[in-house]
């Protein structure tokens, strides 16, 4: 059975950090592409950041450039996103999403998400 587990979400203060984890089962987890995607209630999903597990890519959304770092641990099978200097516009529920390959698409396996919170 596909399962991808988030964790590490939380409430933190503006400019505070957390590590948000991404663990995957069932899959060949190197050969996929993880993403990480954020919802707020009243918008869209959007993409915040992306790795190409066969060979390391990675991307961001600008807006979060500079401050977040998407990893991996193929050992662990966990994909990371670790987030510094936190805004309270980051405050969404973030899920990780795995598509075989090296287009993040969205449309195949989806984590059941974790809530951040940065208060102002």
């Known amino acids: 059975e596909v399962q991808l587990v988030e964790s590490g979400g939380g409430l933190v203060p503006a400019g505070g950090s957390l590590r948000l984890s991404c663990a995957a089962s069932g899959f060949t987890f190197d050969e996929y592409a993880i993403g990480w995607f954020r919802q707020s209630p009243g918008k869209d999903r959007e993409g915040v950041a992306s790795?190409?597990?066969?060979?390391?890519?990675?991307d961001y959304r600008d807006s979060v450039k500079d401050r977040f770092t998407i990893s991996a641990d193929l050992a662990k099978n966990t994909v990371y996103l670790q987030m510094n200097n936190l805004k309270p516009e980051d405050t969404a529920v973030y899920s990780c999403?795995?598509?075989?390959?090296?287009?993040?698409?969205?449309?195949?396996?989806w984590g059941q998400g974790t809530q951040v919170t940065v208060s102002p």
């Open positions: 790795i190409i597990m066969s060979d390391g890519r990675t």
């Open positions: 999403s795995a598509d075989p390959g090296t287009v993040v698409a969205g449309t195949h396996y």
